[in-house]
């Protein structure tokens, strides 16, 4: 064959392999990300909260833009709403439905009991605590503690011998769990600093927030950390109305304004992903949990604020923390 038709029919076998490889892919089995449908059913904190279920919407947006998925939310203004949202998203053929919040763990058990062929996911729920157990249904589970430990450290560290203090939403185990660390935090850096604590009984009501952090800045309380959804926003307020530090949970709420210290931020946005990942790559698992926490950057803390003073080290001071948490050095209570 002349030179030029051996070039000529090279470069053809080139362009046809390449193109069977991209029709092919990697070889892997899973689904197109555009053949999957993901359903997310909120907490009654709604997608207001501008945390916790804000950053559930976030991650299934971003996989909805990332790995053309086709996404819904469905929206629980009240307990009764559970089991329809769930049983809905399920009738409906999503692949997988994920529930976002403690509060819905008997409500999914229950669902995903009568539809085994669908995959369900629940935020803040283990597995082995779902009363039915069912094999379809993956926890995603946070290390809060560890988070609360870390700003803990910060209230402490600005709050410089005064009180510091935490307005928690219900005690739910992830509420107790951000609380118990945020303690820890507090004691490893000031044993002797009093720390003021109270529960809302409400992940929605701002009012009943702010009304408890206000008390406790009365007392004397210099950082509030606010564990408790939307209605944690009203403590929040409340501190920036009496001069004292913010504190935010869940997402990074630095853009509240100056006043926040930081955040226990909780990655909610990225379990979300990387379980719409794995529904897509065909390695989604039931049965059993992920875990999130310091060690895989699951959870941690936020942007300190430009207005925090001595900035610099006490940054230097939390990536040090966070360092010996995460080397197992610094055991973390949950409760």
Request: charged share 20%; aromatic share 6%; net charge negative.
């Amino acid at each position: 064959m002349p030179r030029t038709r051996l070039l000529v029919a090279c470069a053809a076998i080139v362009v046809l392999a390449a193109l069977a490889a991209g029709c092919g892919g990697s070889g892997d089995s899973g689904s197109s990300g555009s053949d999957v449908k993901v359903a997310l059913v909120t907490d009654i904190g709604g997608l207001n909260d501008r945390g916790f279920n804000a950053l559930a919407n976030a991650g299934l947006e971003r996989a909805e833009k990332d790995l053309g998925i086709q996404g819904r939310v469905f929206i629980s203004k009240s307990a009764s709403d559970y089991v329809p949202n769930l049983t809905s998203a399920a009738r409906d053929g999503y692949d997988l439905v994920i529930g976002v919040g403690f509060l819905m763990g008997d409500a999914l058990s229950t669902v995903a009991q009568q539809f085994p062929d669908t995959d369900f996911a629940i935020v803040d729920f283990p597995w082995a605590a779902l009363k039915d157990k069912p094999q379809n249904v993956r926890g995603l589970v946070f290390a809060e503690q560890e988070a609360g430990y870390l700003v803990g450290v910060a209230a402490a560290t600005v709050a410089d011998g005064g009180k510091v203090s935490a307005v928690g939403g219900q005690a739910v185990p992830a509420v107790v769990a951000f609380l118990a660390g945020y303690r820890a935090g507090v004691k490893a850096t000031d044993p002797a600093m009093d720390v003021l604590q109270g529960y809302s009984q409400d992940f929605v009501d701002q009012a009943k927030c702010k009304e408890l952090a206000l008390t406790q800045i009365t007392r004397g309380s210099k950082a509030v950390f606010a564990a408790a959804g939307g209605c944690g926003l009203g403590a929040l307020q409340a501190a920036k109305e009496r001069n004292a530090w913010g504190i935010g949970v869940d997402n990074d709420q630095a853009f509240l304004g100056p006043f926040m210290l930081t955040s226990a931020t909780k990655k909610v946005d990225v379990a979300v992903y990387d379980t719409i990942q794995s529904e897509i790559d065909d390695k989604f698992e039931g049965g059993t949990d992920s875990l999130f926490d310091v060690a895989n950057g699951g959870v941690g803390y936020g942007k300190v604020s430009a207005d925090a003073p001595d900035r610099d080290a006490l940054i230097e001071k939390l990536d040090d923390v966070s360092k010996q948490i995460a080397d197992g050095k610094i055991d973390v209570p949950r409760g």
